[in-house]
Each structure stands twice: as C-alpha cells, then as structure tokens.
C-alpha cells in the first residue's frame, strides 16, 4: 500500500511541474518579448519579473528556481525594449540567477550548470557611512558567447565579453573578457588552455 501511495504521490508531482511549466503557448509566455519554440521554464522559478524586456529564443530549457529579472523591480520603467536575450538551444540549470539592468546576451547553444550567476550591474562602497547596497557602480553590458559552458557556481560580472567556445570551471568568478576556445577557472578566472 505504501509503494502505491508513493507512486501516485510522484506521478501527481510530476504532473503538477509539467502542468505548472511556463511554455511557450501558456498565458505567461505572452508577458516576454518573445518565447521561442519548444522553449520551457521549469516550475517552479524563483523569480521572473519585466518579461517584456527579455526574449528567450527556440529550444531553451530553463531549470527549476530560477531567477530571470530585468530591472530592480516588477514594473519598473526600463531603458530599452529588450534588456535580456537567451539565444536558441540555450540550457540554463536549475537555480541560475540572471539580473539585467543594461544588457546580456546569452548566445546559441550555452549551457549553464546549476547556480551560475549573471549580471550586470554590481554594487560600489566610494561614498562613506551609506550602506553598500545604496550604491551602485554604472551598468555595463554582459555578452556570453556561442557554444559555451559555465560550470556549477560560476559567477560573471558586469562588463565581461566571454567569447565562443569557452569553458569556464565550477565556482570561478569572471572578471575580464576571455577569448574565443579558451579554458578558463579560477577567482579571478584566467585562461588556462587556449584552443
């Protein structure tokens, strides 16, 4: 009796997160820009907000709790008509944060592991005795190129062109630009083979 209880219990989830899934003919794919495809945001996200200003190309699956935001706010008045672009084919894992202020482009064919942060805007400490949180160093934009993959944990920071081809190790944190078929880890990541 225990086994069937468990079965039905799984298969109900199961269908709950199909059901739950954001794809592109339900009512919350209309609120982006544009939802490609054969496209999905699994459920549940963490957070999703100012969709108008992101366009998710064909193909993509993005993982459960995860955070898609442009913006500091839901509604907010936005600086251009697309803020965030997740190109075709693109893989991003469960518990990914990507928070557009300015501009990232995320190209074809990227994969993401688990919990890779994305940004491009980030937080300043010039002036004395205000918090950190309350300044804000200028946007700068975040483009990640074509067939890449960052590991688990990876952080990119704003201002970074990662080229195409790149692999970039779990847990490194992105600092500067990194060339075309490079290997890179570390904090701060550096180029450690060069194709």
Same mark, same amino acid.
């Given at each position: 009796m225990g086994a069937l209880i468990a079965d039905l219990a799984n298969g109900l989830n199961d269908w709950v997160f199909r059901q739950a899934a954001i794809g592109p003919k339900s009512r919350r794919a209309r609120r982006f820009g544009s939802f490609g495809d054969g496209s999905m945001i699994c459920f549940p996200p963490q957070s999703i907000y100012n969709e108008h200003a992101i366009s998710i190309g064909a193909g993509v699956a993005i993982g459960p709790r995860c955070a898609i935001t442009v913006g500091m706010a839901p509604g907010q008045q936005l600086i251009a008509p697309t803020m965030l672009t997740i190109g075709d084919r693109s893989l991003?894992?469960?518990?990914?944060?990507?928070?557009?202020?300015?501009?990232?482009?995320?190209?074809?064919?990227?994969?993401?592991?688990?919990?890779?942060?994305?940004?491009?805007?980030?937080?300043?400490?010039?002036?004395?005795?205000?918090?950190?949180?309350?300044?804000?160093?200028?946007?700068?934009?975040?483009?990640?190129?074509?067939?890449?993959? *960052?590991?688990?944990?990876?952080?990119?920071?704003?201002?970074?062109?990662?080229?195409?081809?790149?692999?970039?190790?779990?847990?490194?944190?992105?600092?500067?630009? *990194?060339?075309?078929?490079?290997?890179?880890?570390?904090v701060p990541a550096k180029v450690i083979k060069q194709n």
């Open positions: 991003i894992g469960r518990g990914c944060s990507i928070a557009a202020h300015f501009s990232i482009v995320i190209g074809d064919d990227v994969f993401f592991g688990p919990n890779v942060y994305v940004t491009d805007q980030n937080h300043a400490n010039d002036v004395v005795g205000m918090p950190v949180g309350a300044q804000s160093q200028p946007e700068r934009p975040v483009v990640i190129g074509a067939r890449s993959w *960052l590991g688990t944990g990876v952080v990119v920071t704003p201002g970074v062109t990662i080229g195409e081809e790149v692999m970039v190790g779990a847990n490194s944190v992105v600092t500067r630009d *990194l060339p075309d078929r490079c290997v890179a880890g570390g």
